[in-house]
């Protein structure tokens, strides 16, 4: 396959995965089993949660996991610092007949997901893995930050609908339409991206903006002429030259749709004060027989700028939200990570591998991980990350990865779901991907399914996630012996 015609390849990653990868092989140890994990190790947003998005576009990325002719082509004109070759034919050859043939497990799109958990495991051959960190983080942590976005504008708004509107501003292409589907499974209702609404099936929404109304004489004349071609799909905006005359002509543009049989669905206030405007553009559309009518806003709005016009008492039905969603404006990155938390040697016996820093909160966890979510009395009470390597104690005491003098003892009453679920065995898929719609409505029950001080947005709760009692003990173990230090 020529690497035009192909959405993903294997050189979507840093240089230095490919130069780890040609180590592996020059030093015969590109087959050792090994396992990786995804995470990261704080809510973006100041947030108490974060919403797993992209798994979809991650498996995607994996089934096209291959090599072809002009990218091995390409990889031979590299050069090292001498000049010669930076990749020997022998290893190219062997990326030519390279297949993928590990085991991936992931937590499902739409799941509620807290620091340190991994998102999604790695096991297989070390060199494959390696190959593979780049891009699932790429796809991994911005579809995250988006759905994440989305949830928390989308609770700002209790329950009214919001429009993503975020085409324009996204950055680039591929981030519009990732941005556009991770801000649907977030919440959101409708996108104005056609596009992202034909390939995932999101419901789009739109009608004109102030060119419309800017290319005739008068605002009436635009209105009347777009209701005559659309009379259907009616929300005018009314902001272009004085926003209150604009709900005036509105109006009567509605009454003629009205006797024409149709109906207009609304306005849409774009600028100015909204709280204000949309007070006084009700009291309008309501003494002029339009209760129904709906009002749009839209204008650089988040979930802070939502929270207050609902405070002011803002008469807002739908939100229109853009920039400030789909590029993530006050975090626009993830921090999520990669790291290796066990090898194999050639017995079979498992080494379990940590990341040592001077930091706590960078200190990786290892061991091939799991992470199992209790649910008690109605709600989500604690997860626990456990090393599936070692039998887990009964005792399911769980301490924060970071904080040592922090722990949660579970009850024994409560139930329990392991949150990672298998997607590839031995590079065959074994996953069965829910629709957007089904991933939207995880979403929603996720969230509902947790404590509301974990959704504030001030200060939010911190969810209990902690070590498994055993795997804490070997964090610990590897800590100390890696300081020279006797347990």
């Known amino acids: 396959m020529n690497g035009a015609h192909k959405k993903y390849s294997v050189l979507l990653t840093d240089l230095y995965q490919l130069t780890m990868a040609y180590g592996y092989w020059k030093n015969r140890v590109h087959e050792r089993e090994a396992v990786f994990h995804l995470f990261f190790r704080k809510n973006p947003f100041q947030s108490g949660y974060s919403v797993a998005c992209g798994l979809a576009d991650a498996i995607e990325y994996i089934q096209q996991?291959?090599?072809?002719?002009?990218?091995?082509?390409?990889?031979?004109?590299?050069?090292?610092?001498d000049g010669q070759a930076l990749f020997e034919k022998g290893f190219l050859d062997y990326l030519r007949d390279l297949k993928f043939t590990c085991d991936i497990d992931a937590v499902p799109e739409g799941t509620v997901i807290f620091p340190h958990e991994?998102?999604?495991?790695?096991?297989?051959?070390?060199?494959?893995?390696?190959?593979?960190?780049?891009?699932?983080?790429?796809?991994?942590?911005?579809?995250?930050?988006?759905?994440?976005?989305?949830?928390?504008v989308c609770q700002a708004t209790e329950g009214e609908p919001v429009l993503e509107f975020g085409l324009r501003r996204a950055q680039g292409i591929d981030g519009g339409m990732a941005a556009s589907r991770a801000a649907h499974i977030g919440g959101c209702a409708a996108t104005s991206n056609v596009l992202a609404g034909m390939r995932y099936g999101i419901p789009v929404r739109g009608t004109h903006a102030h060119?419309?109304?800017?290319?005739?004489?008068?605002?009436?004349?635009?209105?009347?002429?777009y209701a005559h071609a659309m009379p259907n799909n009616c929300v005018f905006l009314v902001d272009t030259y004085d926003t209150l005359e604009g709900v005036q002509h509105a109006v009567q543009v509605g009454r003629k749709l009205?006797?024409?049989?149709?109906?207009?669905?609304?306005i849409r206030l774009d600028s100015g004060d909204l709280a204000y405007l949309s007070i006084e553009a009700r009291k309008i559309l309501?003494?002029?027989?339009?209760?129904?009518?709906?009002?749009?806003?839209?204008?650089?709005?988040?979930?802070?700028?939502?929270?207050?016009?609902?405070?002011?008492?803002?008469r807002i039905s739908i939100w229109g939200v853009g920039t400030k969603l789909v590029t993530a404006y006050d975090q626009p990155a993830m921090?999520?990570?990669?790291?290796?938390?066990?090898?194999?040697?050639?017995?079979?016996?498992?080494?379990?591998?940590?990341?040592?820093?001077?930091?706590?909160?960078?200190?990786?966890?290892?061991?091939?991980?799991?992470?199992?979510?209790?649910?008690?009395?109605g709600e989500f009470i604690g997860d626990m990350i456990y090393n599936e390597g070692r039998p887990v104690k009964n005792d399911h005491l769980i301490v924060d990865p970071t904080n040592m003098t922090r722990s949660k003892k579970i009850p024994p009453s409560a139930t329990a779901e392991d949150l990672l679920v298998?997607?590839?065995?031995?590079?065959?898929?074994?996953?069965?991907?829910?629709?957007?719609?089904?991933?939207?409505?995880?979403?929603?029950?996720?969230?509902?399914?947790?404590?509301?001080?974990?959704?504030?947005?001030?200060?939010?709760?911190?969810?209990?996630?902690?070590?498994?009692?055993?795997l804490y003990h070997l964090k610990t173990d590897l800590i100390l012996k890696a300081r020279g230090i006797e347990a």
């Open 65 to 81: 996991f291959r090599v072809d002719e002009e990218e091995l082509a390409y990889l031979g004109t590299l050069r090292g610092n």
């Open 211 to 225: 060119s419309w109304v800017m290319s005739f004489d008068t605002e009436e004349e635009a209105f009347n002429a």
């Open 286 to 314: 309501d003494d002029a027989g339009f209760p129904q009518a709906l009002i749009v806003a839209s204008n650089d709005l988040d979930e802070h700028i939502i929270t207050s016009l609902k405070q002011q008492g803002a």
């Open 118 to 152: 991994p998102l999604i495991r790695v096991r297989g051959p070390i060199l494959q893995g390696q190959l593979l960190e780049t891009a699932l983080l790429n796809i991994i942590n911005f579809q995250t930050l988006i759905a994440t976005k989305a949830a928390r």
């Open 258 to 266: 009205r006797e024409q049989g149709h109906e207009m669905v609304g």
């Open 335 to 377: 921090g999520g990570v990669y790291k290796l938390g066990a090898v194999r040697d050639a017995a079979g016996e498992w080494h379990y591998r940590l990341k040592l820093s001077e930091q706590a909160i960078k200190i990786s966890n290892p061991g091939i991980q799991q992470v199992r979510r209790f649910f008690h009395e």
């Open 422 to 470: 298998p997607v590839f065995r031995e590079g065959a898929l074994n996953y069965e991907a829910p629709s957007i719609a089904q991933i939207r409505e995880r979403t929603a029950s996720q969230l509902a399914g947790f404590h509301p001080g974990i959704k504030r947005f001030l200060n939010p709760h911190l969810y209990p996630v902690g070590l498994e009692l055993g």
